[in-house]
Structure formats: C-alpha cells, structure tokens
C-alpha cells in the first residue's frame, strides 16, 4: 500500500518542520522525486485558472472540471457519505464580473460546515490525473475498481 500525504497550511504553519522531519525518517518528498526526475504535478488552488475569464482561480476550475466529470459520467465514484456531503458542500459563487468562484473554507467554516478536506484531494487528484499527459484507455476513469456504478454530486 503506498500512501501519499500533502502538507498544506499557510505560512509558518509547519510544513517545512514536517517535510525535515519526514526526510530525516526516510520518506521520500515530493520535491525529492522532483529533483530525480519523475514528473509530478503541483496543484496550487489560488494559482491563475487556465481560462481566467470564467474562473477566479485554479480552485474554481478544478471543483467545476471534477463536477462536470461527474455530471456527464466521464468519472465514476464509489466512495463514502462523508467525501460526498464534502463534494456539495461549498457553495458556487461569483465575482463581480461574473467569473465561477466555489466558496472559502473560512466562509464554509462561519456557515458551520467544516472543511471539505476529502473532496479537496479529489478535486486535486482528478486535476492533477487530467493535466498529467496521460492516455485514457478505457473510456472512463475510477476513483475506485467499481462494484456498483453510482455517480454523486450535483454542482
């Protein structure tokens, strides 16, 4: 079983500590394999979106290109009630001129709804699965080997 875990927090919140503290245990870093070569993919949700017309952020585009996946059924999903609670959960917004934003988590959180942590890793894996370069080959993509197709969410 490989586990892959992201360090995620503002500033001086201890990603770095825990990176070091990672490293001096053996585990590898992502900017380790980086470095050696292999392609990884960062995913960065307050980076510019690709159309940035329509979106405020990567962040936005990338909840919207998952929501679309599911929607026309291009991603199947078997997972959990609480990842799926996560998926609906924030709120689609828009700016002033009228570019798609999905509501923050600090907006989410006066709302009482707390982060959606789990349907946040989908999102960036599916981001990340979708501007890798790779081929599909089978016609669609699983979150999981699939026992019973079931498509959740409705952006």
């Known amino acids: 079983m490989c586990w892959i875990l992201g360090l995620t927090g503002g500033a001086g919140s201890g990603k770095s500590t825990a990176a070091d503290i990672f490293r001096e245990l053996g585990l590898p870093i992502i900017d380790d394999f980086r470095a050696e070569g292999f392609p990884v993919h960062s995913y960065r949700g307050g980076f510019p979106a690709d159309d940035t017309q329509a979106f405020v952020n990567l ?30 959960a924030p709120r689609l917004q828009t700016d002033a001129i009228g570019r798609v934003r999905i509501e923050s988590k600090e907006d989410m959180a006066k709302r009482g709804v707390r982060s959606p942590d789990r349907a946040d890793a989908l999102v960036m894996a599916w981001h990340a699965r979708r501007n890798s370069g790779l081929e599909r080959t089978l016609g669609a993509w699983y979150a999981r080997p699939v026992s019973s197709k079931r498509a959740y969410g409705r952006y």
């Open 59 to 88: 962040r936005a585009q990338a909840w919207r290109a998952l929501a679309r996946a599911i929607e026309e059924k291009e991603l199947i999903l078997d997972i959990d009630e609480d990842t799926i609670e996560q998926l609906v």
